[in-house]
């Protein structure tokens, strides 16, 4: 048995076989192109061009349901930490979390609501 996994790690990297698994797939891409201003059928019309095929009303209706069950935006395509890793975060005192309207005074009183 391989402890690796690198069959399995490399699933995240390529497009699933199901239209609704490649919206989702594609969902960080379709999400930051929606808040650029740029029209669902725009958006449709890219997917064509890259080769996910569906009718429109189609990618409406799954850009819909992901939408009601609240895909994670963030975190969809951020590899797991191996052991020992060490994560950095940055802040920037006096300024909004993002999460929330609060306004932190200082470092030590950011605002954390997970």
Same mark, same amino acid.
Not at 13 to 40: D, F, N
Not at 59 to 87: D, H, N, Q
């Given at each position: $048995?391989?402890?690796? !996994?690198?069959?399995? *790690?490399? !699933? ?8 609704s /698994?490649?919206? =989702? &797939?594609? &969902?960080?891409?379709? #999400?930051a +192109? !929606?808040?650029? /201003?740029?029209? $669902?059928?725009?958006? &449709?019309?890219?997917l064509?061009?890259? /080769?996910?095929? $569906?009718?429109?009303?189609?990618f409406?209706?799954?850009?819909w349901?992901?939408?009601? *069950?609240? =895909?994670?935006?963030? +975190?969809?395509? =951020? ?11 940055? =802040?920037?005192?006096g300024?909004?979390? /993002?999460?929330?309207? #609060?306004?932190?005074? !200082?470092?030590a009183?950011i605002? $954390?609501? &997970?």
């Amino acid at each position: $048995m391989n402890t690796e !996994l690198p069959h399995l *790690r490399a !699933l995240p990297e390529s497009a699933p076989h199901t239209k609704s /698994g490649r919206i =989702v &797939w594609a &969902w960080l891409e379709i #999400q930051a +192109s !929606l808040a650029s /201003g740029r029209k $669902m059928h725009e958006i &449709w019309e890219a997917l064509q061009l890259d /080769g996910i095929e $569906m009718s429109y009303g189609q990618f409406r209706t799954y850009v819909w349901r992901i939408r009601k *069950r609240g =895909v994670p935006t963030a +975190s969809a395509r =951020v590899p797991p930490l191996a052991a020992g890793s060490i994560v950095i975060l940055l =802040v920037t005192v006096g300024a909004p979390c /993002g999460l929330c309207s #609060q306004v932190p005074p !200082l470092a030590a009183n950011i605002c $954390m609501p &997970w």
